[in-house]
């Protein structure tokens, strides 16, 4: 589990997000399948849904929603699916992209919810009650792992998570996490070369190459 978790910090995308913001693109599209590795390089692919945004063009004034990207509806952000007031920001919504890729990645599975809509158990009690560390609780006695996440990457999961984009954090904040600041970090190829090599946690292993 702690490749796991170190290895995060290295198949997490933010420095692409980073890159797309300091652009002035939103990518509308991030998934799991939008994450690509090669080697020790991390980037994101698909975007072809991307826009261009101004996050202070339209600050006191309530914009039109544009038509999400993608087709998974668990990586399209629940402001999409609610109503909205002040204007719509595209960085917030790929900040809660991300959140769900980190998710992932650290406990190994997709977000278990269908939609982020009120009406979805699971969605009400990961983003908007914040309770991400009962969630992957409950996920790792149903499949019979051990999964063990910090307080600090609960703390990071839950902010990122917020169903409120307002409350979420920005990538700015991120970027500051200790969780993402701190720790000890396994890029891919040393991943790779541990498992190529055999390793006890070959169930941890799986998760992992999953992610991507």
Request: glycine letters at 8%; charged letters at 25%.
């Amino acid at each position: 589990m702690c490749k796991i978790i170190s290895s995060s910090r290295c198949f997490f995308p933010r420095k692409g997000l980073k890159t797309l913001q300091d652009t002035g693109l939103c990518h509308r599209n991030l998934s799991l399948e939008a994450v690509k590795v090669s080697g020790d390089k991390v980037t994101i692919d698909r975007l072809d849904w991307c826009i261009r945004f101004n996050k202070n063009s339209t600050p006191d004034e309530d914009i039109q929603i544009p038509i999400p990207g993608g087709m998974n509806p668990q990586f399209v952000a629940p402001e999409y699916f609610g109503a909205l007031t002040g204007a719509w920001d595209g960085f917030a919504a790929d900040l809660w992209d991300c959140g769900l890729l980190l998710y992932s990645m650290v406990v190994g599975t997709e977000a278990l919810f269908v939609a982020p809509i009120l009406e979805d158990k699971t969605f009400l009690e990961l983003c908007v009650k914040g309770n991400v560390g009962g969630c992957v609780e409950k996920f790792a006695k149903r499949t019979g792992r051990e999964i063990t996440l910090s307080d600090e990457l609960l703390n990071l999961l839950e902010n990122m998570l917020k169903s409120d984009p307002k409350q979420r954090y920005s990538l700015e904040q991120v970027m500051d996490h200790p969780w993402v600041k701190s720790g000890n970090v396994v890029p891919p190829s040393a991943w790779t070369e541990i498992k190529t090599k055999g390793s006890d946690d070959s169930e941890d292993d799986a998760s992992l190459g999953a992610a991507p």
